[in-house]
Nanobody, 125 residues
Framework: QVQAVESGGGLVQPGGSLRLSCLAS??????????LFWFRQAPGKEREEVSC????????YYEDSVKDRFTISRDDAKNTFYLQMNNLKPEDSAVYYC????????????????WGQGTLVTVSS
């Protein structure tokens, strides 16, 4: 069974940090054959793409509001990828979803096909 499972969400104070993890399993190929994605959806708002990374082309994308604060990374040996979130702000509060999809030199153009169930991040004092 192909699936992606997030972990690491929780409540954090403004300025704090969290690291989200996404364990992908049941994939046909090794993790480094895929594009990897993080999305988020805040209450009453549309889902937005936070970050993505192309494996083969070694390129990445960050949404403007998270640049220089969030970092996407991977551990292929563990079939896991991460979203390190630093200097968190209340507006970062959302359900965060990881996703896996085809690799591309422009990961922004890809619609991933494997989605996690989401993990809640709440930034509040």
């Amino acid at each position: 069974q192909v699936q992606a499972v997030e972990s690491g969400g929780g409540l954090v104070q403004p300025g704090g940090s969290l690291r989200l993890s996404c364990l992908a399993s049941g994939l046909t190929y090794p993790l480094n054959y895929y594009g990897l994605f993080w999305f988020r959806q805040a209450p009453g708002k549309e889902r937005e793409e936070v970050s993505c990374i192309s494996s083969y082309y070694d390129s990445s994308y960050y949404e403007d509001s998270v640049k220089d604060r969030f970092t996407i990374s991977r551990d292929d040996a563990k079939n896991t990828f991460y979203l390190q979130m630093n200097n968190l702000k209340p507006e970062d509060s959302a359900v965060y979803y990881c996703a896996v999809g085809p690799d591309s030199n422009n990961c922004r153009a890809v619609i991933p096909g494997i989605w996690g169930q989401g993990t809640l991040v709440t930034v509040s004092s």
